[in-house]
């Protein structure tokens, strides 16, 4: 096996890993099976709770994963934290009583989850879009930032990666970790010198032999590449990244035209918001676990370096 220089930053410091990188929570995709091959390799890696569809079946997973740490790996969960998500106390609650290294915090207020697992002694990071909510969440304790920039895939920033990082590294006291944009260990180095603590990585690792989704999914970031990327409001209401395929192109990125109208409505924008999602996600999962012409596949412009299904070590390997 190849040996690596490992490399100390203000993350591996934060997460005991031997390189700055951090496996990104990806809705469906991330599973235990590619956590435990990340912290084998000596980076982090962070399943979103909503993977779980019971608590048991989230219990057991932090079991599973406590099981399998080695040195030098480290393993979270990533929470959203606003009123859509009906399930974040409970999956905060087991969380805090089974113990992991760090949560990472998305879509809301982290105050909660940050109380609550600070008494416990688990890291809390949390994903911001701006300098704004980067000087709320430090206000409210955060361990660490995840800048989410405008080569991200899913839910992207607005800004792009050096101008994000620059910023909040002149504005901030704890470490930035950039997300987006990472495909190779250039990239990698890039967000280094700009600033970042450390990145996180998740499009590349869809096309993972671990990740449990189609193959159909996984060799569509193969075909396709950063120019085949779209925005889409038909999944959250909010816009998403998606792979352009053609029943993407057939059904058009806008929200259709009776919730355009309902959404300038005050009073009915959140549950029209809520209804789309959960229409969306719906719809996601059922491309992203069955052989289906409607192929909505959520994804980032960093596929551009993705060239063929591999085991989580191997695109480890040409990250770091």
């Known amino acids: 096996m190849t040996k690596y220089t490992t490399m100390s ?3 591996t410091e934060l997460l005991d890993i031997k390189h700055p990188i951090i496996m990104a929570p990806m809705f469906l995709v991330s599973n235990v099976a590619m956590v435990k091959e990340a912290m084998k390799c000596g980076i982090a890696g962070c399943i979103p709770a909503l993977n779980y569809r019971t608590l048991e079946e989230l219990r057991a ?3 599973e994963l406590k099981a399998a740490k080695v040195e030098g790996g480290s393993f979270g969960f990533n929470l959203i934290v606003n009123k859509s998500n009906p399930k974040a106390k409970d ?9 992991c290294d760090f949560i ?3 879509l809301g207020s982290p105050e909660e ?3 609550q697992a600070h008494a416990v002694g688990i890291k809390v990071f949390c994903d911001i879009t701006d300098l704004k909510f980067g000087q709320k969440v430090e206000s409210l304790g955060a361990d660490a930032v995840v800048a989410v920039n405008n080569q991200a895939g ?7 990666p050096q101008t994000l990082i620059k910023t909040l590294n002149d504005n901030l006291s704890i470490p930035v970790i950039s997300a987006g944009g990472v495909g190779t260990k250039a990239d990698v180095d890039t967000m280094l010198a700009y600033g970042a603590a450390g990145v996180s990585v998740g499009s590349p690792f869809i096309a993972s032999e671990e990740a449990g989704v189609t193959n159909e999914y996984k060799q569509a970031c193969v075909d396709y590449g950063a120019d085949d990327i779209v925005m889409t409001e038909r999944i959250s209401g909010t816009p998403c990244t998606v792979i352009n395929t053609p029943y993407v192109k057939k059904i058009g990125t806008k929200s259709p035209w009776l919730e355009r109208m309902l959404n300038k409505n005050r009073k009915l924008k959140k549950w029209v918001k809520m209804i789309r999602f959960y229409i969306g996600m719906k719809a996601t999962e059922k491309a992203a676990q069955q052989a289906t012409y409607k192929t909505v596949w959520v994804a980032g412009p960093s596929i551009e370096h993705t060239n063929a299904i591999l085991p989580v070590k191997d695109i480890v390997s040409k990250l770091i």
């Open 113 to 115: 989850t940050i109380n």
């Open 91 to 99: 999956q905060l609650r087991v969380l805090c009583e089974e113990g």
């Open 104 to 106: 990472l915090t998305s």
């Open 154 to 160: 899913g839910h992207r920033g607005n800004i792009d």
């Open 61 to 63: 997973a932090i079991k």
């Open 9 to 11: 930053t203000k993350l």
